[in-house]
């Protein structure tokens, strides 16, 4: 599911970012402060990131799920959001780093997807790193609204669909190799699981906002240790890829037409 040339090369890393708050509340501050120092995090993680062979990163800083957090808490990420992307957006083009945020606009803050949306043309150009940011996003959501147009599509197919997630706004624009959660959690959240069929998944006990280049490598040098098989077998070496599969012979195109029961 590549989706460009461009990003042929280099891993894609997708990071859950989680612990934030337990890492304010062992400090005695208010979780909010645990959301400031994750934006900290964030920096060492996209300035290491090129160097560690990472063409793709994609982060989630807001779960369509999020809302039902207080309204202190959900206020504090949105202008946090806001700082990030007016204090960052310079030195992200500096850096060949290319911002783009999926999920959501429609229920963002007064302002704050033209902010948005500005920063992706600033950033447009970069190559050295494909930035994206998830916010008010559900992957669940996004299945459900690509399918919708897939089932118009003249040959279905799974690419077609990755492309579809993209073209929409909610998709991370190619599998993940890698990915990563912090807070000791195990769990998915409703991250990005059409992308995730294949990754390699790490989960550490660290707290997103101690999390740095050091624990990035270290989580890179673990998937470079593991076999990937994607269905195959270990002696078949450089696998061929699947065909894809014949989604009209899957039903799809009958889909949402009435059936009568046996
Ligand atoms: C999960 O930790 C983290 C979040 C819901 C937000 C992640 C946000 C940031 C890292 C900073 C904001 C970044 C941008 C770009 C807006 P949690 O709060 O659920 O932590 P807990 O599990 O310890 O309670």
Redesign the pocket.
Known sequence: MQSTREWKEGLHVAVI???????A?RRGLP?TA??EA??Q??RRVVEAAPDLGVSALT?????SD?WRRPPVEVDA?MS??RQ?LRAEVARLSESGTRLTVIGRRDRLPAGLADEVAAAERASAPGQRLDLK?A?DYSARDAIANAATGWLREDSPSRDAFGRLLTWQGCGAGRDVDLLIRT?G?KRLSDFLLWELAYAELCFVDT??PDFGATNLRAAIADFRRRERRFGGLPSMGVLPAAPDADCHALGVATINRPRSMP
């Open positions: 970012m989680d612990g934030n708050g337990r890492w509340t979780r645990g959301h994750g934006i995090a964030i982060l989630f800083a807001f779960s999020n990420l946090l959001l990030y940011i916010v807070g959690e707290m997103w």
